[in-house]
Every structure is written in structure tokens, then in C-alpha cells.
């Protein structure tokens, strides 16, 4: 069994944005050689997410305003017991817990082996600095 690592680094320039990472995944599966295996693709900080879902616009402009009601920024310490800490990203970490750390995709004849529709993104809760992916292949 081979395997192969690579890090993408992300700057979002917002606080909450989502990025379709589908073609940058897909290039270190190909640069890996591998044919048949699993690819796992992972955010490497707590305030933000990788996960799964459709490339439409309303979708994802759906997301930030369903994630917003369900954790609203605020950088106060009176909303967040987290913020307390000197920190004022709270909502960020509620966030990433919903919208998930990783994805896993079944590597089959040496591309993703995804169902219909299906992409792969980078959630950012906390953005204006650098942040990183953890894409690993394992296979033949």
C-alpha cells in the first residue's frame, strides 16, 4: 500500500466563506499515482471546516445565514463563555462543529468517486489568515 501528503494553505479574506477545493484535491490525486484507495481531506484548525455538498451559489449563501442564527458572531464575552478567554472567535468553533472536520472519498480507477453533484469545500469561520488542509491518499 502507498501513500501520499500533501498541505493546501488557505487566507480567506472574510470571516465566513466557502471554497471549492474539488480541483485542488483532485490534483494531488493525481499526483499521488494512486488507483484504488481512500482520500482523506482535513481542516487543520479548529475554526474551520472541510465537508461535502453541492457547488450552488444559494446553497452555500444558505449556509452562512443558517450558521449565523445558529451561532451568531459576537466577540464580546458576555454572548460567549469561550470569548472570556481573550479570544473572540466562540461562534467559529460552534461552527466548524456543525458543518464537520473532514470528509473521506473512496478512490476508484484513480479519481474521486463521487455521487452526483458532489464537491468538496473548505469552511472558513475565522478567516483573514493563513489556514491549512491536510489531504492524505492511501491505495495502490
Known amino acids: 500500500m502507498k501513500s501520499h ?7 480567506i479574506p472574510a470571516r465566513m466563506d466557502f471554497l471549492n477545493i474539488t480541483p485542488q484535491v483532485e490534483e494531488i490525486l493525481r499526483a499521488s499515482g494512486i488507483q484504488e484507495g481512500l482520500l482523506l481531506c482535513n481542516a487543520m484548525h479548529i475554526t474551520a ?8 451559489p444559494g446553497l452555500l449563501a444558505d449556509y452562512k445565514k443558517w450558521l449565523e442564527g445558529l451561532a451568531p458572531f459576537d466577540a464580546s ?11 473572540d472567535n466562540a461562534d467559529a468553533h ?18 474521486l ?6 464537491q468538496i469545500f473548505y469552511g472558513e469561520f475565522d478567516g483573514c ?5 491536510l489531504v492524505k491518499v492511501i491505495g495502490e
Open 77 to 87: 464575552p458576555q454572548t460567549y463563555q469561550h470569548n472570556r478567554t481573550g479570544e
Open 49 to 56: 471546516s472541510v465537508f461535502i455538498n453541492d457547488d450552488e
Open 113 to 118: 468517486d463521487f455521487g452526483p453533484w458532489e
Open 94 to 111: 460552534h461552527k466548524r462543529q456543525v458543518m464537520g472536520r473532514e470528509v473521506v472519498v473512496a478512490v476508484t480507477e484513480g479519481k
Open 5 to 11: 501528503r500533501e498541505y493546501l494553505t488557505f487566507n
Open 129 to 133: 489568515r493563513p489556514k491549512r488542509v
